[in-house]
C-alpha cells in the first residue's frame, strides 16, 4: 500500500512523537491514502516501531491487574454489557469491552461484539484475509482514538486466545 519511502516518513513521524491518529491524518494529507486507524496501528506494528507516547504504557498496567477480576466478575459484566449499564466500562480496564462469538459467521475467521466507551454497541470481525472490521454502528460513527487503542489492544489479546498470534 505505502512505498518504502513512504514508510520512512511513517517511522520519522512515529520518532518525533506524532499519534497515531496524526500519523493517519499525515498519511491521507501528504501520500492521498486513505487508511484506518486500526490499519495505520497495524503498519507499525509490521514496521516494528515503537510508539514515544507513554500513555498506552500507563494504561496497559491497570488492564494487566485487572484481568483476575475480569475472570471471577464475568457473568456480572456480560450481565452488565447485555443490560447496557455503565458497570463493563471498569471491568474492563478501559471502557472498551470485547467479547468473541462462539459460532463464527461465514466468510469469518473470528468476531464478536464491541461496546466501546460511550456505550456504542457493535460487531467485530477479523475476514479471511485477516482485516479487522467492525460493523453494525451508525454510519458516521468513529471510536475516539483512546477507544480504538483500547479495543486493539483487546482485540489482539483475544485474537491471542483464540490462536491467531
Known sequence: MLTDSQK????????EGLSLAQVQTKIEEEFG?????????????????E??????????????????AQQTDAGEAETAVLAGTPAAAPASGGGVTLTSDAVQMPGVLAGGD???????RGKWFLDQTGRPG?????ENYRPTPDDMADFQRKLLAELRKLGFA
Open 134 to 138: 467492525l460493523e453494525g454502528f451508525p
Open 8 to 15: 520512512r516518513q511513517v517511522a520519522a513521524w512515529i520518532g
Open 33 to 49: 491514502v486513505a487508511m484506518t486507524y486500526m490499519d495505520v496501528r497495524f503498519l507499525v506494528d509490521d514496521l516494528d516501531i
Open 51 to 68: 510508539l514515544k507516547d507513554d500513555a498506552p504504557a500507563a494504561e496497559e498496567k491497570p488492564a494487566a491487574s485487572a484481568a483476575p
Open 114 to 120: 464491541v461496546v466501546f466507551s460511550d456505550g456504542a
